[in-house]
């Protein structure tokens, strides 16, 4: 008889394959729901017990062996086989239930998806929702997610995509900014004004901002006197009077709508460059928990977006 693989041995395959997919062991601890720690413990015992080094260790990377390489690609096959079947229990059962894992950028996972849950888990007792939250891209089939939130035109043969709104950046000030300061008529005014700017966390590149000028698209990096790494600050400080910056409308209606904020500079916005997309692995499509969600993101993103409604009557 041939021998039954163990369960340690079948969670340290698992530990393994996440962790040389990944490059981490923290990455692969994410994308688990477990702590670091248990991935490596789990990583050392698989070690052990195959009497092979499958990693070769630094302080600070994680690099394949040959026979690690090898046994990634098996481990790979292994995990895909587990995930069909998977996916086909779940569709089997067609009522959404168990845990849907969903990744988003943090400015609409606050301003857009955290509000709307309730209501979602309201229609779908039996389904939790587990939201990750970053400006990461991850991987979903290698992490495991199950939707993904993202802006802008993701190229992957083994993802359904669905087109959720437009991604829309417009300039704005406070009013008592522009009482004091003046408002301003054209993109190269900007450079007597206090500036509020933006920076990406995941590359440390500050946002150039986009302008349509006459026939060509005019892209200024202002000399801010403020840089912040989430997108609701920038709103906050610009509420506040700190000056002139770029938001997306959804974190910006809300501002607008009390009469904290006002857009500027609107005849020269840029047409629409990106979009926000839902995305999730082909795997997935019979995926009642997928479908659900899916079909409530179209909930959350109606056609008009409210937000874009509401900056569009003041703007004119």
Same mark, same amino acid.
């Given at each position: 008889?041939?021998?039954?693989? +163990?369960?340690?041995?079948?969670?340290?395959?698992?530990?393994?394959?996440? *962790?040389?997919?990944?490059?981490? #062991? *923290?990455?692969?601890?994410?994308?688990?729901?477990?702590?670091? @720690?248990?991935? +490596?413990?789990? %990583?050392?015992?698989?070690?052990?017990?195959?009497?092979?080094?499958?990693?070769?260790? *630094?302080?600070?990377?994680?690099?394949?062996? +040959?026979? &690690?390489?090898?046994?990634?690609?098996?481990?790979?096959?292994?995990?895909?086989?587990?995930?069909?079947?998977?996916?086909?229990?779940?569709?089997?059962?067609?009522?959404?239930?168990?845990?849907?894992?969903?990744?988003?950028?943090?400015?609409?996972?606050?301003?857009?998806?955290? =509000?709307?849950?309730?209501?979602?888990?309201?229609?779908?007792?039996?389904?939790?929702?587990?939201?990750?939250? &970053?400006?990461?891209?991850?991987?979903?089939?290698?992490? &495991?997610?199950?939707?993904?939130?993202?802006?802008?035109?993701?190229?992957? +043969?083994?993802?359904?995509?669905?087109?959720?709104?437009?991604?829309?950046?417009?300039?704005?000030?406070?009013?008592?900014?522009?009482?004091?300061? &003046?408002? =301003?008529?054209?993109?190269?005014?900007?450079?007597?004004?206090?500036?509020? /700017?933006?920076? #990406?966390?995941? @590359?440390?590149?500050?946002?150039? !901002?986009?302008?349509?000028?006459?026939?060509?698209?005019?892209?200024?990096?202002?000399?801010?006197?403020?840089? %912040?790494?989430?997108?609701?600050?920038?709103?906050?400080?610009?509420?506040?009077?700190?000056?002139?910056?770029?938001?997306?409308?959804?974190?910006?209606?809300?501002?607008?709508?009390?009469?904290?904020? %006002?857009?500027?500079?609107?005849?020269?916005?840029?047409?629409?460059?990106?979009?926000? *997309?839902?995305? !999730?692995?082909?795997?997935?499509?019979? /995926?009642?928990?997928?479908?659900?969600?899916?079909?409530?993101?179209?909930?959350?993103?109606?056609?008009?977006?409210? !937000?874009?409604?509401?900056?569009?009557?003041?703007?004119?």
């Amino acid at each position: 008889m041939k021998e039954r693989i +163990s369960l340690d041995r079948l969670t340290g395959l698992i530990a393994f394959a996440r *962790t040389a997919s990944l490059g981490s #062991y *923290t990455a692969a601890a994410r994308a688990l729901s477990v702590s670091p @720690s248990a991935v +490596s413990k789990s %990583v050392q015992r698989l070690e052990a017990s195959l009497g092979l080094a499958l990693f070769t260790r *630094t302080t600070r990377s994680l690099t394949l062996t +040959s026979e &690690g390489a090898d046994m990634h690609e098996r481990a790979l096959r292994l995990l895909q086989g587990v995930e069909e079947i998977e996916q086909a229990a779940v569709a089997a059962r067609g009522e959404p239930a168990g845990i849907i894992k969903v990744t988003a950028p943090l400015p609409i996972g606050v301003n857009l998806l955290a =509000p709307a849950l309730p209501r979602f888990r309201e229609r779908y007792p039996k389904l939790s929702v587990d939201l990750r939250l &970053g400006d990461r891209i991850t991987d979903l089939i290698e992490e &495991g997610i199950d939707v993904a939130v993202r802006v802008g035109h993701v190229v992957d +043969s083994r993802l359904i995509s669905r087109r959720l709104a437009p991604h829309r950046l417009r300039a704005f000030a406070s009013p008592a900014y522009l009482a004091k300061h &003046g408002t =301003p008529q054209h993109p190269e005014d900007l450079a007597a004004h206090e500036c509020v /700017n933006f920076r #990406y966390q995941s @590359s440390g590149q500050t946002l150039r !901002w986009p302008f349509h000028v006459g026939e060509r698209v005019l892209e200024i990096l202002p000399d801010a006197g403020i840089v %912040v790494d989430v997108s609701d600050a920038v709103a906050a400080i610009l509420a506040a009077g700190g000056g002139i910056g770029i938001s997306p409308t959804y974190i910006a209606a809300p501002y607008v709508r009390r009469g904290e904020l %006002v857009p500027v500079l609107t005849p020269f916005t840029l047409r629409d460059k990106f979009d926000i *997309t839902a995305l !999730w692995p082909e795997s997935r499509r019979g /995926n009642p928990n997928v479908k659900a969600f899916v079909e409530f993101l179209e909930e959350v993103f109606p056609s008009p977006a409210p !937000w874009d409604v509401l900056i569009q009557g003041v703007g004119k």
